[in-house]
Structures are given as structure tokens and as C-alpha cells.
């Protein structure tokens, strides 16, 4: 049975940084593209980044290139997102979810080409 578990949310000002941490089992965690997606209050949920199964590569969407950097341990079966120089509008509730599809060569961003999903955390960025 898969199991995702995020942890790390809270409440930051301005300009602070969070870390996220997502903890996996119940899967073949390093054939998997890993992704994070957020969901903010009235809106749909939104593709954050992701991190390649095989080697690691990272994309992230533009809002937060540059200030979101995701990682994995695949021998702990964990994927971080440092988050840094928080914004209000980052505000969210934040999902790892695991690829659906293992070994995937392509870029993984839709909500449907991920088929796991955590409980979610809370960010909160007070201005």
C-alpha cells in the first residue's frame, strides 16, 4: 500500500524559508518521478516542480523557479522541497504525489500523470 507523508508546513513571514519533507512507502520509490503540487484557497490545485526518477533532474513551474529546490534520497525514500524567499501568494496547501507511471522518460506535471498522493501540509506566508 502506497503511503505518502508530508511534513515541515507552517507559518512563515515575507521572505522565510520552509522546508518540506515528504516521506514514501509502499513502492518502488526510486523508479518514480516525485512531484509537488499546491492548493491554495478557491483555486485548483497547481503543478509546483518534480524531480526525475533517474537522474535527478528538477523543473519546476515559473513562479517558483529560482526559489523552490527539490531533492530526493532514494535511499531513505524521501523528496525535500526547500522552499526560500516566501511570498504571500505561496500560501497553500502542499501534496507530494508519486508518478503513476514508473520509469517515465517524460516531464510529469499534470495531476493526472501522478497517482499518489499525501495528506498535504499547510504553508502559511503572512505579509
Known amino acids: 500500500q502506497v503511503h505518502l507523508v508530508e511534513s515541515g508546513g507552517g507559518l512563515v513571514h515575507t521572505g522565510g524559508s520552509l522546508r518540506l519533507s515528504c516521506a514514501a512507502s509502499?513502492?518502488?520509490?526510486?523508479?518514480?518521478?516525485m512531484g509537488w503540487f499546491r492548493q491554495a484557497p478557491g483555486k485548483d490545485r497547481e503543478f509546483v516542480g518534480g524531480?526525475?526518477?533517474?537522474?535527478?533532474?528538477?523543473y519546476y513551474v515559473d513562479s517558483v523557479q529560482g526559489r523552490f529546490t527539490i531533492s530526493r534520497d532514494n535511499g531513505k525514500n524521501t523528496v525535500l522541497l526547500q522552499m526560500n524567499s516566501l511570498k504571500p501568494e505561496d500560501t497553500a496547501v502542499y501534496f507530494c504525489?508519486?508518478?503513476?507511471?514508473?520509469?517515465?522518460?517524460?516531464?510529469?506535471?499534470?495531476?493526472?500523470?501522478?497517482?499518489?498522493w499525501g495528506q498535504g501540509t499547510q504553508v502559511t506566508v503572512s505579509s
Open positions: 509502499g513502492f518502488s520509490f526510486s523508479s518514480h518521478t
Open positions: 524531480i526525475m526518477w533517474h537522474n535527478g533532474r528538477t
Open positions: 504525489a508519486a508518478d503513476r507511471q514508473p520509469y517515465r522518460l517524460e516531464l510529469a506535471r499534470l495531476s493526472t500523470d501522478f497517482g499518489s
